[in-house]
C-alpha cells in the first residue's frame, strides 16, 4: 500500500484540456478563429446589465440562477423546474459523469468528439468508450455496438465539434429509442443556435419524453458570453434534482446571471448571429474549396480543413504560415486529426484575411 498522497487512478491518465490558442507572438495584432468565438461580440443589453450589476458584487448571487433559468424557460417553452444552470455546459458536463458513473462503469462517446467528454469520464472514475465515426459524423449503429452490461453514459455533441457535422432528428431519436433504459443519453448543443437544417433538432422534444436524456447548452458561442461561463441543461425532475445536489450553491456569478437573461431575451441579436453565419459559412467553404482544400460540410460556426499528410502543404505548414500572418486557428492533433485545422467564422474581413492568406501558402507551397 502507497504511503504516497495519491489521487484516484484515472486522473492521471487525463491530458489537460488545452485550450485554442489566442496570441501568435509579442506585441503581434492578430486574428484569432481558434475558439469559435462570436465575430459579432455580445449583445449590447448584455454588455450594459453587466456593467449594471457592478454595484452589486459584494452580494452572493441567487444560488438558483432563477432569473436566467425563467428567461430560459420563457424563450425555448420549457419548464424552468426542468432546468439546471452550470458555470459553462462544461460543468454540467462533468456533473453528469459525477453523478451517474461508479468506479469501472462506461461511458461512449464517438471518435471525433468533443474532449471533455473523456475528461469527465476519466475524472469520475469511469472507463471512456469510443464508437468509430462514418465520414467524421456520429453514427448510431457504431455507438449501439459499443453498448455493454457497464454503459451508463453516451455523449453526442450535436453538432461535433470539431468536425461541424450532426446527426438528423430521426437517427437521434432512434439511438435513444435502442440504448436500454439504463443508459443516460447526453445531447451536447453547444452549436444548436446556428443550425438551420430542417432535419435537426436539439433535443427539446426528446428529453421532454424521456426520463434519461439530458439536453446541455451553452452562452459561450453564439450569445458571445465565453468570458462569464455560462451553461444550462434541460433534463426531468429527477436528472435535475440529482445535479443540483452536487453543484456548486453560487455556481453562476451575479454579473454572468443578469447578462445571461438580457443576452437570451435579444432575439434580434441572436438572427443578427445566425444570418452572418450562414452568409460567411457558405462563402468559406465554397473559396476554400475553389483554393483546392477539401471541406468537411459543417452547420456549425467553424470549418474544418484538410490538407496533406506531409510536406510543403501539411496541416503543420498551413498553421506555421498563418501564425507568421497573425491568424490564429486550431490544431487538430488532440482529436485524432491531425492532418486538419478548424477556422472559425470570423468577420467579413477576416474571412476574406483567411482565404487570402492560403492562397497565398498554396501558391507558395506549389511555386
Not at 253 to 269: Q, T
Not at 354 to 362: C, G, Q, W
Request: proline share 5%; hydrophobic share 45%; with cysteine.
Amino acid at each position: 500500500m502507497s504511503s504516497r498522497f495519491t489521487p484516484r487512478p484515472s486522473i492521471l491518465d487525463i491530458s489537460p484540456y488545452v485550450p485554442g490558442k489566442s496570441s501568435a507572438g509579442p506585441g503581434q495584432n492578430v486574428i484569432k478563429l481558434s475558439s469559435n468565438e462570436t465575430p459579432l461580440g455580445a449583445s449590447p443589453k448584455a454588455i450594459e446589465a453587466f456593467l449594471h450589476a457592478g454595484d452589486q458584487l459584494y452580494r452572493y448571487p441567487d444560488g438558483g440562477a432563477g432569473a436566467l433559468r425563467t428567461a430560459i424557460a420563457q424563450v425555448h417553452g420549457l419548464n424552468r423546474d426542468h432546468l439546471v444552470c452550470g458555470a459553462g455546459s462544461d460543468e454540467l458536463l462533468n456533473l453528469i459523469a459525477q453523478a451517474y458513473l461508479s468506479a469501472g462503469d462506461e461511458a461512449i462517446y464517438t471518435e471525433h468528439g468533443f474532449l471533455v467528454y473523456k475528461i469527465a469520464i476519466l475524472a469520475a472514475g469511469g472507463i471512456p468508450v469510443v464508437a468509430p465515426e462514418v465520414d467524421l459524423t456520429a453514427n448510431v449503429d457504431a455507438i449501439l455496438s459499443q453498448v455493454s452490461d457497464k454503459t451508463k453514459l453516451v455523449f453526442i455533441a450535436n453538432p461535433n465539434n470539431p468536425t461541424g457535422t450532426y446527426l438528423p432528428m430521426g437517427e437521434v431519436r432512434r439511438l435513444r429509442d435502442e440504448l436500454p433504459d439504463k443508459v443516460g443519453l447526453v445531447l451536447d448543443g453547444a452549436y444548436a443556435e446556428y443550425v438551420t437544417r430542417r432535419d435537426y433538432e436539439a433535443g427539446v422534444e426528446l428529453v421532454a419524453a424521456s426520463d434519461n436524456v439530458i439536453m446541455t447548452r451553452t452562452f459561450s458561442k453564439i450569445y458571445g458570453l465565453a468570458s462569464l461561463r455560462i451553461g444550462w441543461a434541460f433534463a426531468c425532475p429527477a436528472i435535475i434534482d440529482v445535479l443540483n445536489r452536487i453543484r456548486g450553491p453560487f455556481n453562476l456569478s451575479g454579473p454572468a446571471i443578469e447578462a445571461g437573461v438580457r443576452a437570451i431575451e435579444d432575439e434580434a441579436h441572436l438572427n443578427r448571429c445566425v444570418a452572418h453565419n450562414e452568409e460567411w459559412l457558405l462563402w468559406m467553404s465554397q473559396n476554400l474549396e475553389e483554393i483546392g482544400f477539401e471541406v468537411t460540410p459543417s452547420v456549425a460556426n467553424f470549418v474544418l480543413v484538410h490538407f496533406e499528410h506531409e510536406g510543403a502543404l501539411s496541416a503543420s505548414a498551413a498553421d506555421g504560415f498563418l501564425l507568421n500572418e497573425g491568424i490564429i486557428v486550431r490544431r487538430m492533433e488532440a482529436y485524432g486529426l491531425p492532418h486538419a485545422l478548424r477556422i472559425t467564422i470570423g468577420t467579413g474581413e477576416q474571412n476574406k484575411a483567411v482565404i487570402a492568406a492560403l492562397k497565398r501558402f498554396k501558391e507558395g507551397a506549389v511555386s
